[in-house]
């Protein structure tokens, strides 16, 4: 069963003004997430992202629809209710929102304090908490003598206090350098491979999904455009919004204007060969080329692995008599997808 179902959600609000329309920030959402999995959300500003985090925490109700969490349906649960779905989610921020009065331990024991844990439990669970994130050397420090990536780290063992099953970060790491990012996001997985917690991860940069993220949906106008597994969509996007996002981490095809550089620089036939894991391998390819006695120089491209799992899109200049390259580039194209430039 799905720890977290929408089903044709939607979300609007008042208009801003009058005479202006109501503005829809969510337009018929429906998706599933399973326990365990890493679930990318990513859009542009203003595609919906933090509204859509702030109706499955239910910060605020949704317009229609049905969301259940955990198997129970939140958009008609009263708020009595609704205070223990929150305490099964656990969340993080941008800014990290720590209290910068308290210690990163009274950070970490708050959430705790407002469950009602007894002050032996809230010791251990603090301490152990300390240990996970790396900070048992920081529990007197107050936030302002933390690095963000440090701040971070608080704000992650804070959100997981109370043992939530599902975490939800929101631009997380939007405020982080990228080694610290990478850093936040090493604790990420390692909270949702040791602790089994749910994650969503909301994000406007394709490269905390792909370091991160089991399964991703692609936002725009409220609407999710493209969802599906992480390999999927970096390795075949469909969208023209999602084909911009896998962009920006995966080079791809060359551009008009990095053909005519290509061109220039280098002679022969220009082909295109896209691999996807499960394909023959680039050493059968090459291996074919070489065979048939012509030359070869790898000019733009590259290949990317998604969880342990290889694709990629490999330009090459070919040089040989024209009836032995087409012979070839047929013989390559049973095993492979291969387009030439004209
Ligand atoms: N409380 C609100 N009242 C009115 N309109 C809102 C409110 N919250 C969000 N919106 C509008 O809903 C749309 C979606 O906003 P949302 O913040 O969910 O997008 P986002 O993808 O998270 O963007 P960002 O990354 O910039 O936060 C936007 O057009 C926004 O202006």
Known sequence: MALVALRNVTKTYPAPEKGAPPVVA?????????PGDVYGII?????????????VNALEPATS????????EITTMPERELRGIRLGIGMIFQQFNLFNSKTVWANIAYPLQVAGASKSEIS?????LLEFVGLAGKAKNYPDQLSGGQKQRVGIARALATSP?????????????????????ELLKRVNREFGVTIIVITHEMDVIQSIATKVAVMDGGRVIEH?????VFSNPQNPSSQRFVGTVVKGTPSPAELAVLRERHEGRIVTISFRDGDASQAAVFVALATAGIEFELVYGGINDIQGRAFGHLTLAIRGADAAVDAVLAEISSRVDVTEVP
Do not use: H, N
């Open 165 to 185: 099953r599902l975490l939800l970060a929101d631009e997380a790491t939007s405020a982080l350098d990228p080694e610290t990012t990478q850093e936040v996001l």
């Open 228 to 232: 599906g597994d992480v390999f999927d």
């Open 124 to 128: 251990a669970r603090v301490a152990e």
């Open 65 to 72: 629809g049905s969301i259940e969490v955990d198997g129970r």
């Open 43 to 55: 859009g542009y500003s203003g595609a919906g992202k933090s509204t859509l985090v702030r109706l």
């Open 26 to 34: 969510i337009d018929g959402v429906s998706l599933e997430i399973e």
